[in-house]
């Protein structure tokens, strides 16, 4: 009888920190998980770092927790600094947090969140100056036209020749929506916007003024677009709003949703959020 011998192959797992039994309240409890998070994970081991089942994961169950504490900058300061005792742990969570909370098609991008990894990277000491560039610029855009705060004024050149200012709209609500005249995506999302019935009813109800503002591309393919109905339509020919970087552009469309002030209500918002957005007003 031949006996089968079965080996055991050890899998890393990640080991959350145990929540004293003294802290009852759920805000108390939250808090001090996302603080003691990585407690027993190790930034020095790069077996952990190469298995995304185990590190990716307990990142993006960080970033479940976050919204639920107090402490979110802490927390978030807590890791980079662990990290950032390794380069290949730092370089790896920085990716992740590029991944998770900046890139605009991500479920779970959030901007406020991000900002706080931009700080913590920028506020390390350990960090290299050269590697503080990046999150430097990127930290200067996150910071602009944030809800709450006045949008940046800029002019722009309507279909009829003459300049204008984003200022001028005297709508009760006015919608940004900056395009790049040969992107596919921007074409679905301005269909979107344009069959969308509150988006519809506020414009002619004069609640809304749309804004479309074409940030590249070349001045022929822009004429030659059609544009929707109640829409103002124009274009930025000295490509100054990506040049400067008056708004964050990082994806084509962007829109804003601002308020009678011209402060931000939306920012970096999709079609779907701006509706939502609308129908409760």
């Known amino acids: 009888m031949d006996l089968k011998t079965t080996e055991t192959v050890w899998k890393p797992e990640f080991r959350l920190p145990d929540v004293p039994a003294t802290l009852r309240e759920p805000a108390d409890r939250a808090d001090y998980l996302a603080v003691h998070y990585w407690d027993h994970f190790d930034f020095a081991d790069t077996v952990l770092i190469g298995r995304p089942e185990v590190s990716e994961q307990a990142f993006v169950d960080f970033l479940s927790v976050l919204p639920y504490t107090r402490n979110a900058a802490a927390a978030v300061d807590t890791l980079y600094t ?27 991008h959030d901007e406020e969140l991000y900002i706080l990894v931009l700080q913590s990277l920028i506020d390390n000491p350990r960090i290299a100056a050269i590697d503080k560039l990046r999150p430097r610029k990127l930290l200067e855009l996150a910071l602009k036209n944030r809800p709450g705060d006045p949008a940046a004024d800029f002019e722009f050149l309507g279909r009829d020749g003459v300049k204008r200012r984003m200022s001028g709209l005297t709508a009760e609500y006015t919608l940004l929506y900056f395009y790049d005249p040969t992107c596919d995506e921007c074409g679905r999302v301005k269909e979107r916007l344009a069959s969308t019935p509150i988006v519809g009813d506020m414009l002619q109800s004069g609640r809304l003024d749309v804004l479309s503002v074409s940030v590249a591309g070349d001045d022929e393919v822009w004429r030659r677009m059609d544009v929707p109905k109640g829409w103002t339509d124009g274009r930025d020919p000295g490509e100054r709003l990506v040049r400067n970087a008056v708004y ?34």
């Open 82 to 108: 662990r990290a950032s005792a390794e380069n290949t742990a730092l370089y790896y969570f920085i990716e992740l947090g590029d991944k998770y909370l900046y890139e605009p098609n991500s479920p779970m």
């Open 248 to 281: 964050d552009l990082k994806a084509m469309p962007t829109l804003y949703l601002l308020d009678p002030d011209k402060r931000v209500l939306l920012k970096d918002a999709s079609a779907e959020q701006i509706e939502a957005y609308l129908v409760n007003e």
